[in-house]
Structure formats: structure tokens, C-alpha cells
């Protein structure tokens, strides 16, 4: 699991933007970036969240198969 925050949900596009950690699942550095989620995923995130989650390439995209509420919303 690598921890985030959710920079921003669009759910015409399918997608939310999240600041993370090092992603070893993905082999990729901390870094800002956008990932697929399913409809139920984007109904339950805010700006701001903060999450821990997993994700893997589904179709060649970066997709998210599991998020979960690490702690409070961050500071605005």
C-alpha cells in the first residue's frame, strides 16, 4: 500500500489525481499523477483526502484496485 492525496477527482473522465509516495507495485518514484478508478472509487474521495491504495496497470493505464482512508483530510 503507498500513501496519497487526492489533488483532484474527475468523474466524466474516470480518474483522480493523487500526490503519492514511492509506488514499488508500479515501479515508479513519489510523484504526482493520475490514475483510473471506478465510479464507486471517485463517489467516496475529496480533495484533500488522504488515502492509502494500490494500484496496477489494467489496460496499459495506471488503475486503482484498492483505496482506503489513511487519516484526516489535509490542510487547505
Partial sequence: MTDGEV???????????LKHGDLPSLGMPPMTMAFNASKQVLERLSVGDKVRFYAEIVKG??????VEPAGERAPR
Avoid: A, F, I, Y
Avoid at 7 to 17: A, T
Avoid at 61 to 66: F, I, R
Fill in 61 to 66: 493505464e495506471p488503475t486503482l484496485t484498492h
Fill in 7 to 17: 489533488e483532484q477527482v474527475d468523474k466524466e473522465r474516470g480518474e483522480v489525481v
